[in-house]
């Protein structure tokens, strides 16, 4: 069941040496299988290093004067800057800052005054709910009749109308790894004049986004997934460089300002995406962050979504073969869904549990989702397939029915 | 000069033998006397040491495990518990999180949905910048014609009518240090139905202050400064337990979600003060927060408080001594004053560079201040005097004359 998608035997040696080059990157504990990093990606070398680094030699050493010496106030736009070139956004046109949730308040805000005159706030009910609590405590706030309107993911192109402001999107669905068409979509909304918002949690370093090309106005995402920025790492925020000086966010703090040490007691917001920054940027995550994004320098994702493709479908024709209690909750179609597969299973929560103390570590998603993400820069094929073998004994053994099991499940 | 605030012998060696103890918590570089605390608190061992485990231990080992296993998911109030010991306020009832900015939206827009009635923010032009910027932002969104009204310090309390609905201000001025009198004007926007929001950036850990008894409605404040939590690192935020679960800020996010993994499409906030969370905590940059906390466990804030006014006097009185051409711009009362001093000078930038290039760091604020800012947990009398007698020196040698010297200074 082995298959390789390349054309060639070189062009298949060729991506075997980029990723063994990439996973040698990672600090991966010995014995896992790590199928987890759509959740959270692993620790790098270079982010162990460059944090060491940071306390010693940095802010233990250097103290206040780290703002300059160290660089730390550039940090957002270099982190920015390598994240990026992974979106198909042009330079400075990104920042890292916040989390994800409070970059979407900030463009959600932004998006909405630029069409004022429109009450519609259009989602799906694919997105993952912080990104519906945000636009439901911002329009909440702003109390002017605003709606948020939410479908099913297969209804959003026709929901999309001329009393849509913004429409509001995660391009891959967490639970199921569903994959909308950004080009088409914010195609769609262009042509009604509703402004579109991405947000790329789970498509970030796990596929070619293009958010230049296809004309998203706004975009959020998250850096603790495929870009392995460590636990809780700082989000980052895209503003289409035609829009940046029109954007104006309700959220406006002093790394926003065009001059934040002039400390003017009237906020003027900074040139471009610069004004999406608030507070004082966290160093140490910001460090972390930009160390783990340089295994990604010279890496094409074309390369990454084709090893990932490749490693997605061994798993899902192996799993198939070997577990037929599992149905696929993805699309079939790699080309229709992210970096990720879920099968639905009546005992998921207990078979997922059995497998991680196995040393196959996926997730579980309520109410019966095992979820398993490949991440090409630390998975090999040979990591898929044993995966799938162990998930055969998880089920073989059903260990959910020893109560035993059931009575240490309960106390975890 | 050198005096002893304490009323007997035991008493003062009492407070060396604490103050000694803390000291050596604190991994500051070789031969310089930090006198920034107020902007940046330097590494503990503690922290160097605990963010070294976690990168190896937590996140390296347990990769997503480390959510439950190494209590991640606790953080935001495992640190806030820590920080509301030092700011008077009841367990529970401070979480940690965001950036003081963010914080501070959060509760502005939480307390004018208080007043729904009212349309004033009044603030004072002591305040740090960015609040007002908060303010500006959250206002111009809002679009229901408030306004914010920022006053002279000493004008705040005659300002306050029942048109106000939040009184908005920093404890503490980050240029001169001069000291709101927390309790009194609380008291006073009280009797008039105003809620209060108040910014603790250079109060935390600076000296005692009684949320709880004052009758704050709302706090917010800074963990980099005097709490050491290290450059950017999370901020926090209180609410009066009685308005917890009247509160409803519009930044709402998965975090604050009553229940955040049962995915919910509907937002449903949690209780308490856990409301005032939105998205997924920093671990890294938490855990060094946590660390550098644990230095406070068994301090007492009043003999903080009695060793920063000894700290500060001395440096006061050695100063004028020393540099008649420095005029003190802070309040001569040091009830007055938090844990910092400024002294006006016309080569105030130059001469605060020369007196880091003698490893005195303090810093400058436009146009004239030199700020030096007194973290007991620290710095000694010792400390103190010889920062004195350098400055004595710089003003002697006056550099800013010497071209060299100024051509230096305008290629940093």
Redesign the interface.
Known sequence: MRMDTSSSHSAAERLDAVFAATRSRF?L?EG?I?L?GN??G??THD??MR??DE??NQ???R??????ESG?IDLPHIVGNRIAALVGAAPGSVVAC?????NL?KVL?AAL?MRPERRVVLSD?GN???D???A???L?????GHELK?VEPEEVAEALDENVAVLMLTQVDYRTGRLHDMADLTRRARAVGAATVWDLAHSAGALPVHLEEAEADFAVGCS?KYLNG??????FVYVRPEHAEHA??????????ETPF??????RAAPGVGRML?????????T?LDAALEVWEGLDLADVRARSIELSETFVAEVEARCPELVLASPRDPLARGSQVSFRFEHGYAAMQAL?ERGV?G?F??PDLMRFGFAPLYLSLDDVLRAAEELETVLRDRLWDDPRFAARLKV?
Do not use: C
């Open positions: 600090d504990p896992v790590y987890d959740s959270l692993p620790l982010a162990r944090v060491a306390l010693d802010w233990g050493a103290l206040i004067k780290g703002w300059n730390w916040d989390s994800t949730s409070v308040f805000s005054q009910r993952f709910p912080s519906l609590y945000v439901q405590g911002l909440g706030g702003v109390e002017r939410v603790y460590g636990p809780g790492a700082p989000a104006h966010p309700f959220l406006a703090g002093w790394m926003g300002h002039a400390f003017d007691p009237g906020y608030v507070g004082t940027p966290p160093v140490l995550a910001m972390a991680i570590i997730d998603r309520t975890t």
